[in-house]
């Protein structure tokens, strides 16, 4: 049996004066959190929020969104964290399709938000809506003790109880929710502390949404482990500085976009020596940036993770250099890596599928079946990635299968062309899609977004490729643009420039 994710009580018992949390200029200590979640748990059920019952929040990073994340673990409900810059017409697909019985929101925007994409379910649903963090509306704390709720026995929750419902676009296009029980995150927590190691007084700045996998799992994590998490209200670069020079953190999770403007707005001054580690997803790097962030101290470790496998799948050992032979990804502790080819067959050296096997690999799709089988056939998670594994196991992700642009029947991997543009001193970001052809199928584009007081000029970059790409790889046109399409993440949605 696990230890109870879903109890803080078991972690202030034994770390009641240890910071938990440091957010919005206090901190706030695990018995101080744990008796704040003991009361908002009874403000859900003051709400009517049983076991098993979805709860929708649509919520910014802050101390609610954490007092409620722990609340719903503990009653044994389920969390939906929703992405405030969707639609409220995707947002709505979210509720209706999860079943949600309430829907937790905060005010202003959000609350505007909330009531557009509520009066989008079909009518037959009840959606219960409660806003916080408003004067107009009482905290949940509040309604438990208006309500009379009486402090709730806490059971030990079923590891393979979901714990959070997480909507993704998975191996295709369309929006699935991922289904991550208290094993899954629990583990994946194991993993990383197996690779990354924790020491009692690491604090993990988290400047990542917190309704993506990757932000929340951090949370988890630290209470897990007894740390602390210094908790950002969105990514800001200049304050994300002051953070790592002032609050001693150890930790931090960044997309290279990020870490791009990280270093920019730090002005060449070296990382603090109380960060130990880096971590960086959300897509390949370039090789010039993370050779930069080193040289500054920055002790990066590449990371391929998935929401389908509760966050980190394979990662590097954090470090200063990249030594000879060691760039690739190893899996976390429990987790086992595959790749095959078309046939299924399970291959070497070359590009295949990326599979994932281990504790951390969901229980399925939300209400899909169909989709939950064919992603999970064969008791591996088919991601539908694209890398190659070498011969001791090491992990180098290449691309999306469904970016893979084939041209005249060559395999073109839209991250590779990214990583050589990127290298040019006037390209500052990248992006490569296909164009449908009648001779070749497709051929390679780019949209190109300057370095500030750098001009573009295509023709320059065409030949700037030339020595360092095969000619089928060499994008057909290039298009300058003022920005790219980006996740609240920072991933490039390439969906939306082809």
Known sequence: MIP?????????????????????GQMIDYRELARRVDETERGLGALGVASGDVVAVLLE???AFAEILHAIAQRGAILLPLNARLTPRELAFQLEESGASILIHGAGPLADLAAESAALIDASQT??????????AP???AVAAARSEAPTE??????????????TSGTTGSPKGALLSHRNLFWNAIGSAMNLGVTPEDRWLVCMPLFHVGGLSILLRAALYGSAAILHERFDPERVNRALDDEEVTLVSWVPTMLERVLAARGGRRAPPSL????????????????SARSQGFPIAATYGLTEAASQVATQVPTLAEPEGASGLRPIFGTQLDTIDDDGKSVRGRPGEILVRGPTVMEGYWNRREESERALRGGWLHTGDI?????????????????LIISGGENIYPSEIERVLLEHPAVIEAAVGGRA?????????????????????????????????AGYKIPVEFTVVDSLPRTATGKLRREQIT
């Open 61 to 63: 990073n802050g101390l």
């Open 4 to 24: 109870n994710l879903a109890r803080l009580s078991e972690r202030a018992r034994t770390s009641g004066d240890r910071p938990a949390l440091f957010v919005a």
């Open 276 to 291: 130990r580690c880096v971590l960086l997803g959300g897509g390949p790097a370039p090789s010039g940036l993370i050779e």
């Open 387 to 403: 890398g190659v594994l070498d011969a001791v196991g090491a992990l180098e992700v290449l691309e999306r299968r469904c970016d």
């Open 154 to 167: 806490h059971p030990r929750i079923d590891p393979a109880r979901t714990l959070a419902l997480i909507y």
């Open 139 to 141: 905290a949940l704390a």
């Open 437 to 469: 052809d009648a001779d070749y199928g497709r051929r390679p584009i780019a949209w190109l977004v300057a370095t500030p007081g750098q001009a573009l000029d295509s023709a320059e970059i065409r030949r700037f490729c030339v020595d360092r790409l």
């Open 127 to 136: 959606l219960d809506r409660f806003e916080v963090n408003s004067e107009k």
